[in-house]
Nanobody, 125 residues
């Protein structure tokens, strides 16, 4: 059974940093592109970042470009999201996703992906 488990969320002041982790099991991790999405109350789930299976290509939403960095460690079956200069509008539940297609993830085509249960990120002002 495929499992994605996020961790690292929490409460942080504006301007602060957090590092999210997503540990994957039950799949051939190196064959999957990985991504992060987020959802705030009353809003649609939105694309944040994606990384190709090899780690050679990364993609970011304009709203986080320059502040967030996605990376992966295939030896540890783990993908990370380093977030700096956090803003209150970054407050959301952050979800990890796995898909064989990097393009589907970066285009926000969510129906094909495996999903974690999410981790809450709250940024206070």
């Amino acid at each position: 059974q495929v499992q994605l488990v996020e961790s690292g969320g929490g409460l942080v002041q504006a301007g602060g940093s957090l590092r999210l982790s997503c540990a994957a099991s039950g799949l051939t991790f190196s064959s999957y592109a990985m991504g992060w999405f987020r959802q705030a109350p009353g809003k649609e789930r939105e694309f944040v970042a994606a990384i190709s299976a090899s780690g050679g290509s990364t993609y970011y939403a304009d709203s986080v470009k320059g502040r967030f960095t996605i990376s992966r460690d295939n030896a540890k079956n783990t993908v990370y999201l380093q977030m700096i200069s956090l803003k209150p509008e970054d407050t959301a539940v952050y979800y990890c996703a796995a898909d064989r297609s990097t393009e589907r993830l970066r285009l926000g085509l969510r129906g094909y992906a495996y999903w974690g249960q999410g981790t809450q990120v709250t940024v206070s002002s």
